[in-house]
């Protein structure tokens, strides 16, 4: 079983900063993609960034530019660099681990952190 803690949300002014972190614990055979996710109130969750082990990055288009994911391979740990914060950028930010374990065969497997709120508000 692997757990995901998120850490790092909180309160930020509009233009501002704010750095997540998610350290990955337990085991796992193969770490295919780390990312970071987000649900506003209402809304769907979606996509915010993601990288994969081979180091590829993806990001939604609302936060190209403003957003850096990054990896830790050897601590298994991903973050979340986020600058030049709007209000919409307000939700809950997920952690998400893909990746596969060996039990006779491989099996595609896909944790999530409990999540961490990120308000951004004057």
């Known amino acids: 079983q692997v757990q995901l803690m998120e850490s790092g949300g909180g309160l930020v002014q509009p233009g501002g900063s704010l750095g997540l972190s998610c350290a990955a614990s337990g085991s796992i055979d193969s770490i295919n993609a780390l990312g970071w996710y987000r649900q506003a109130p209402g809304k769907q969750r979606e996509l915010v960034a993601r990288?994969?082990?081979?180091?590829?990055?993806n990001y939604a288009d609302s936060v190209k530019g403003r957003f850096t994911i990054s990896r830790d391979n050897g601590q298994n740990t991903v973050h979340l660099q986020m600058t030049s914060l709007k209000a919409e950028d307000t939700a809950v930010y997920y952690c998400?681990?893909?990746?596969?374990?060996?039990?006779?065969?491989?099996?595609?497997?896909?944790?999530w952190g409990n999540g961490t709120l990120v308000t951004v508000s004057s």
């Open positions: 998400n681990l893909e990746g596969r374990q060996y039990r006779g065969r491989w099996k595609a497997v896909d944790y």
């Open positions: 990288i994969t082990s081979g180091g590829s990055t």
